[in-house]
């Protein structure tokens, strides 16, 4: 997160129209929806010094879901995040949380997502799925809540999920064991998918 003080900026930028995604035709189905990234972002938040909650971003969401709005259960979601896209406020600290005490972005460049097992109430879903980061892979299961639909270059649908992980159950135990970093990740992550024209 670059600083509460790009507030203003950031808003005029959702506010803007972005293209919709392009992808040839050949390769969407009917109920096939694609992250728009533009629109899109994940926020996490950990404990530092056990004082205060430090926050910073992932700037490359990108992925694809099939929702059939009739048999949501029967859908699957995919997202990849970019590694070295993480944003700390801070160009020395983004280079650690890349570095083997982390996230080891040169063998792991990607965040990824899919989806195993969807439950439908209504219109929110819970979404069970593999996460794998730093090179291990854990089963979670997470609540997404439908935000709303749209139309604007192409048809919009928004989710957003807020969910916790251990980052040691993904082998990063850095400043764990003397407080300086917390265990539990806070992520909040907001979707806007779209199906091009």
Excluded at 12 to 34: F, Q
Excluded at 136 to 149: L, Y
């Amino acid at each position: 997160m670059k600083s509460l003080l790009l507030l203003p900026v950031i808003l005029v930028a959702v506010a803007m129209p972005t293209a919709a995604p392009v992808v040839p035709t050949e390769l969407m189905g009917e109920h096939d929806w694609l992250v728009d990234a533009g629109h899109s972002s994940c926020v996490f938040r950990v404990k530092h010094a056990n004082a205060s909650w430090f926050m910073g971003s992932f700037d490359k969401v990108d992925g694809k879901a099939t929702l059939d709005s009739s048999a949501l259960e029967k859908g699957s979601v995919a997202l990849t995040i970019a590694t070295e896209s993480v944003d700390s406020n801070d160009k020395r600290r983004d280079g650690h949380l890349m570095s083997p005490d982390f996230f080891n972005a040169k063998e792991n460049p990607e965040i990824t997502f899919k989806s195993t097992k969807i439950k439908a109430d209504g219109k929110d879903l819970e979404v069970t799925g593999d996460l794998s980061l730093a090179g291990k892979t854990k089963s979670i299961t997470i609540p997404v809540s439908f935000v709303g639909e749209g139309e604007s270059r192409g048809l919009r649908r928004g989710y957003i999920t807020e969910f916790a992980i251990k980052r040691s159950d993904f082998g990063m135990t850095y400043g764990i064991s003397k407080n300086a970093l917390g265990d539990d990740v806070h992520l909040i992550v907001s979707l806007e998918l779209v199906q091009p024209k």
